[in-house]
């Protein structure tokens, strides 16, 4: 089991930044995923990005060029740095992790259903 606590966030204008971490504690797997994802009221979750124990990266492409996720060596923070954030970002931010099953051997994914522990969220308000 994971458990995943997030932390940062908060409000800021259009063009401004933001930096999220996701404390991770538990069972930190080498085949560990860990994602953030966002839901904005009124909308379904939505991947942001994802990283895997070699470093490999997956960014929606509409935080592309945008949004940086990375990760201390120790696996134990995932941050999520956010840059030129728009009105659009704004949305309840997960962090979420899954281990991957021997046969996946594919960089992390940004589906939903694949994540099997969420953090409590934190709230991230982009003013225009």
């Known amino acids: 089991q994971v458990q995943l606590v997030e932390s940062g966030g908060g409000s800021v204008q259009s063009g401004g930044s933001l930096t999220l971490s996701c404390s991770v504690s538990?069972?930190?797997?080498?085949?560990?995923?860990v994602a953030w994802f966002r839901q904005a009221p009124g909308k379904g979750r939505e991947g942001v990005a994802a990283i895997d124990d070699d470093e490999k990266t997956n960014h929606a492409d509409s935080v592309k060029g945008r949004f940086t996720i990375s990760q201390d060596n120790t696996r134990n923070t995932v941050t999520l740095q956010m840059n030129n954030l728009k009105p659009e970002d704004t949305a309840m931010y997960y962090c979420?992790?899954?281990?991957?099953?021997?046969?996946?051997?594919?960089?992390?994914?940004?589906?939903?259903?694949?994540?099997?522990?969420w953090g409590q969220g934190a709230q991230v308000t982009v003013s225009s």
């Open positions: 979420a992790a899954f281990i991957k099953a021997p046969w996946f051997d594919r960089i992390c994914t940004l589906t939903v259903p694949y994540y099997m522990s």
């Open positions: 538990g069972h930190i797997s080498s085949r560990l995923c």
